[in-house]
């Protein structure tokens, strides 16, 4: 009787420890989620092609025009599906979108390995476009309704900064990688990039879909257009920050693509071009990581538009750049604004958005940068054709410049509204 009431006691004691230990648990287990964005994000970032792309464009017969074309075809796919998959993300779950966009990511990969022509690349863009835009939102969405889930949403610049830091530093690893690689063969590393691409999918299978407000629904496009209207129409301060921050958002994408045909220019080898990503890259998550420190310290007024001059005016300045020497400090200086205003762009947007709309409306921001790359890229690649990168560059760049000019005393005035919230 006694062994039988004692057995009964540590019964009741496991049952109690076990009880509390999985309510501590469960208090935090949706963090658990910033681990497989962290290896979806590298499975994204670890771009072992992206530092010579350009160069396989030129190595497989394409001008400068039909590169920029393929390029802005993959922007093109994404401005199509970009809204709808993030509206799918708010309804069917992040986890659904995010899992489809690891397959496509992996499947695009796939086509560039088997392919060697234009119609070939083209399939592969628009594969790896759609599969981006599924990504694209999602990511940043899982991130801060999983902390807020567990209580920790006052924590999202720090882990958005962490999370925008190891896709920063995959792609420093990758692109001194990819030039080694690209030594050897300039296909290589589209196959290894295929390996990569699929790390992504059991990252994405094994995620846990944080608790949203509204419930799950049969998804709508008129609901899809809702909440276009309202971010970009009828919530004022949300319009400016979505508008805003896609203008210098497209100014660092087109700069990615740019920066390999320059240093080309200047004679520098696959494996240099592809040390020289890493470089940028390491600067960028290594800046990316203090920029809630910075913002701070500087405040919202000076942040803005530091790195709006910084980005928009150093694209200028690298494009009228003659010599290497002078180039490489103009790119470092743009690479580090780019790692301050990108995390921080997103959080001004996240503080303003609902919860139940978040991966639409960074979806549309995606969108708009997106929208304005297919159309600065064909422009560029023409003109570079024509005249010369140079020209192209700095056209471009003041492109930029007046259209940040024009939107930043509206995007700050919105800044003043989030301080008295």
Do not use: C
């Amino acid at each position: 009787m006694i062994e039988n009431k004692t057995i009964w006691y540590l019964f009741i004691f496991a049952h109690r420890k076990a009880k509390n230990t999985g309510i501590r648990v469960m208090q935090n287990h949706y963090s658990q989620n910033i681990y497989r964005l962290y290896i979806i994000k590298i499975a994204k970032w670890f771009m072992l092609t992206m530092p010579i792309i350009m160069l396989f464009y030129k190595d497989m017969g394409l001008t400068n025009e039909e590169a920029f074309q393929l390029k802005a075809i993959y922007s093109i796919s994404i401005v199509i599906f970009e809204v709808p998959s993030g509206y799918l993300a708010d309804v069917l779950g992040r986890k659904v979108t995010l899992v489809f966009g690891a397959l496509l990511g992996t499947l695009g990969f796939v086509f560039y390995s088997l392919g060697q022509g234009f119609w070939m690349f083209l399939a592969a863009e628009l594969t790896l476009g759609v599969g981006q835009s599924f990504v694209s939102g999602a990511d940043s969405a899982m991130l801060y309704d999983s902390l807020k889930a567990d209580g920790r949403s006052h924590k999202y610049l720090k882990y958005e900064g962490i999370n925008f830091s190891v896709g920063n530093y995959s792609e420093a690893l990758a692109g001194l990688a990819g030039g080694a690689l690209a030594e050897i063969s300039l296909q290589l590393p589209f196959y290894f990039q295929t390996g990569i691409a699929f790390l992504g999918i059991p990252a994405a299978l094994t995620l846990l879909e944080p608790p949203v407000k509204s419930s799950r629904k049969k998804p709508k496009f008129s609901d899809i257009l809702k909440v276009i209207y309202y971010a970009l129409v009828k919530n004022n301060n949300l319009r400016w920050n979505l508008i805003y921050s896609s203008i210098i958002g497209t100014s660092t994408l087109t700069m990615a693509w740019v920066y390999q045909l320059k240093l080309h220019e200047f004679n520098f080898s696959e494996i240099f071009i592809g040390a020289t990503a890493t470089g940028l890259n390491l600067l960028v998550g290594t800046v990316t990581l203090f920029s809630s420190k910075l913002k701070n310290n500087m405040g919202n007024r000076v942040t803005v538009l530091s790195t709006s001059l910084l980005i928009t005016g150093g694209f200028i300045i690298a494009g009228l750049s003659s010599k290497a020497l002078f180039f490489l400090p103009v790119l470092g200086i743009f690479y580090m604004a780019r790692g301050i205003a990108t995390p921080v762009l997103k959080d001004y947007i996240n503080q303003i958005t609902p919860s139940e709309i978040r991966a639409t409306v960074l979806s549309v921001r995606s969108l708009l940068i997106r929208g304005i790359f297919a159309v600065v890229a064909p422009l560029l690649g023409w003109l570079s054709d024509k005249l010369s990168l140079a020209q192209a560059m700095w056209i471009i760049g003041l492109v930029f410049l007046t259209l940040s000019l024009s939107t930043v005393t509206l995007f700050l005035r919105t800044l003043k509204t989030h301080a008295g919230n």
